[in-house]
C-alpha cells in the first residue's frame, strides 16, 4: 500500500484535555481550511481520565482529515509526542500542544525555513532567540524563574545557545523526525531538550522562530515536573556523549 501524498502531519499529544481539546480541533480546521497543502491531524490521547478520547473521536465527524490513537495506559508526553510523530506520514511533522499556547497559524512563518532547507523549525517564547518573541498571557513568577534557572541547566549539559528549548511547538521533516524520534528514549516532559540534542548531534539545521504564547493558567506541569526533568537532562548529557 503506498503512503499518503501527506505535507504536513500535525500531532497533539492530550492527556485529561476533555476541556481543550474541542476548541483547539475547531482552531486547526479553520486554519487548515485556507491551506493550499495536504495535511492530517493526529491526536494521541495519553490514557486520559476524563472523555478526552471520546471528544476527539467525536470530532473526526467534524474536522477533516483527523486520526485519534486512544492509548489507554498513561505513558507520557514525550511517548505520545513520538508515537505520533512515528505513526504520521507528512513530509513535515509538527507538534502542537493541545491547548494551542503557539497558534498553528505560527506555521506560516516556519514554512520560509523549510523553504530554504532547514531540518528542524522550532518556536521560541524568549527574544534571544528571536526577536519579537513574547509572552503574551505570561507564566506565574515562579514557573518563569524554574524555567529561566533551568534553561542555563540545559544549555551547560544539552542545548547551548537555546534560550527557550520547552515551547511546544517543533516541526521536523520526515527524514528527520524518524531518525531522532526512532532513537529518543525520553518520555516526559525533557523529551523536546533530547530531540534537540539529537538534532544537533546529526547536525541538522534548526532554525528558531518568534512565538507569541499565550499561556494557559489550567496547564498540566506540575513543580515536581521540573524536578523531574532537570534529572532526565543530566541522563541525556550522558547518552548523548555515547552516540
Not at 516541526?171 to 516526559?188: L, P, Q, T
Request: charge should be positive; include cysteine; hydrophobic fraction near 40%.
Amino acid at each position: 500500500m503506498s503512503q499518503p501524498d501527506v505535507y504536513l502531519s500535525v500531532i497533539v499529544p492530550a492527556y485529561n484535555e476533555e476541556n481543550r481539546i474541542q476548541k483547539t480541533l475547531q482552531r486547526f480546521q479553520e486554519y487548515f481550511s485556507t491551506q493550499p497543502y495536504n495535511y492530517e491531524i493526529i491526536v494521541v490521547n495519553d490514557g486520559s481520565r476524563d472523555k478526552t478520547a471520546e471528544i476527539a473521536e467525536y470530532m473526526r465527524g467534524e474536522i477533516k482529515n483527523l486520526r485519534v490513537i486512544d492509548r489507554k495506559q498513561n505513558k507520557g508526553k514525550g511517548f505520545s509526542v513520538r508515537e505520533g510523530v512515528l505513526k504520521s506520514f507528512g513530509k513535515i511533522r509538527l507538534f502542537a500542544d493541545a491547548d494551542n499556547a503557539t497558534d498553528i497559524s505560527h506555521f506560516d512563518k516556519m514554512r520560509p525555513f523549510f523553504d530554504k532547507g532547514y531540518d528542524v523549525v522550532i518556536t521560541s517564547r524568549n527574544s534571544k532567540d528571536a526577536v519579537g518573541a513574547k509572552q503574551f498571557v505570561s507564566q506565574p513568577w515562579h514557573k518563569r524563574l524554574l524555567g529561566n534557572l533551568g534553561n542555563l541547566y540545559i544549555q551547560k549539559l544539552a542545548v547551548r545557545g537555546i534560550w527557550d528549548t520547552q515551547c511546544g511547538f517543533k516541526a521536523f521533516r520526515d527524514y528527520a523526525a524518524e531518525k531522532i524520534f526512532n532513537i529518543s528514549k525520553i518520555d516526559g516532559w525533557a523529551f523536546d531538550v533530547e530531540a534537540l540534542a539529537l538534532a544537533r548531534k546529526f547536525n541538522f539545521k534548526i532554525a528558531v522562530i518568534p512565538a507569541n504564547w499565550v499561556n494557559d493558567p489550567k496547564t498540566h506541569v506540575k513543580p515536581f515536573a521540573y524536578l523531574k526533568s532537570l534529572w532526565e537532562v543530566y541522563k541525556i548529557s550522558r547518552r548523548i556523549n555515547k552516540i
